[in-house]
Nanobody, 121 residues
Framework: QVQLVESGGGLVQPGGSLRLSCAAS????????MGWYRQAPGKQRELVAT???????EYADSAKGRFTISSDNRKNTVYLQMNSLKPEDTAVYYC???????????????WGQGTQVTVSS
């Protein structure tokens, strides 16, 4: 059974930084696609950033230049470094990973439980 556990959320002042982590555990052969999404109160969940196993990254316009997605495949962990945070970044952040449990299995998608990020003075 694969599990994703997120950490690193919290309260930060505008202009501050946070680094979110998403650790995957269980039967993992490879992480093919990794991503961070967020959902603010009363809004739909939206894409923040994605990273493929080949190193290709994609960012929402709101995240470009401020957020960086990365991974440590030895630790099966995905990160989201968030700088210059704004009040509108306040949301629950979820990690999403498509991974293979064995070398012959098809990728399966998993979600983390979410971590709250609040940007406020």
């Amino acid at each position: 059974q694969v599990q994703l556990v997120e950490s690193g959320g919290g309260l930060v002042q505008p202009g501050g930084s946070l680094r979110l982590s998403c650790a995957a555990s269980g039967s993992i052969f490879s992480m093919d696609t990794m991503g961070w999404y967020r959902q603010a109160p009363g809004k739909q969940r939206e894409l923040v950033a994605t990273l493929t196993s080949g190193g290709f990254t994609e960012y929402a316009d709101s995240a470009k230049g401020r957020f960086t997605i990365s991974s440590d495949n030895r630790k099966n962990t995905v990160y989201l470094q968030m700088n210059s945070l704004k009040p509108e970044d306040t949301a629950v952040y979820y990690c999403n990973v498509a991974l293979r449990s064995t070398w012959i299995s098809s990728p399966k998608e998993y979600w983390g439980q979410g971590t709250q990020v609040t940007v406020s003075s």
